[in-house]
């Protein structure tokens, strides 16, 4: 079945990034991207791009040397529109 609704999302400590670009590369679906703002170190901190394909795979926070991002699992309802 499709499903766009983000299985997962990605936390960014801009502050600590230094814009290596691993986690953009690494990411499978391709969530992420440098974005054009600054840190106040003068790095462009990743963003994201793609919230839905996010699966929560953490393989971004796995491969920042900086403990600048993380990726963890969403719990959700089992069924779409069954909203109390
Ligand atoms: S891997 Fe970490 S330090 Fe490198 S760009 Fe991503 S968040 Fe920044
Ligand atoms: S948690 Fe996984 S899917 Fe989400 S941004 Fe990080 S690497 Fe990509």
Do not use: Q, W
């Amino acid at each position: 079945m499709g499903d766009c609704v983000a299985k997962g999302a990605v936390k960014i400590i801009v502050e600590r990034c230094k814009a290596c670009g691993f986690c953009v590369e690494f990411c499978p679906t391709k969530v992420l991207a440098l974005s054009s703002a600054f840190n106040s170190r003068g790095y462009h901190p990743p963003h994201v791009i793609a919230a839905e394909k996010c699966s929560g795979c953490d393989l971004c926070g796995m491969y920042c040397p900086d403990f600048a991002i993380f990726g963890f699992r969403l719990s959700r309802p089992k069924e779409p529109g069954n909203a109390s």
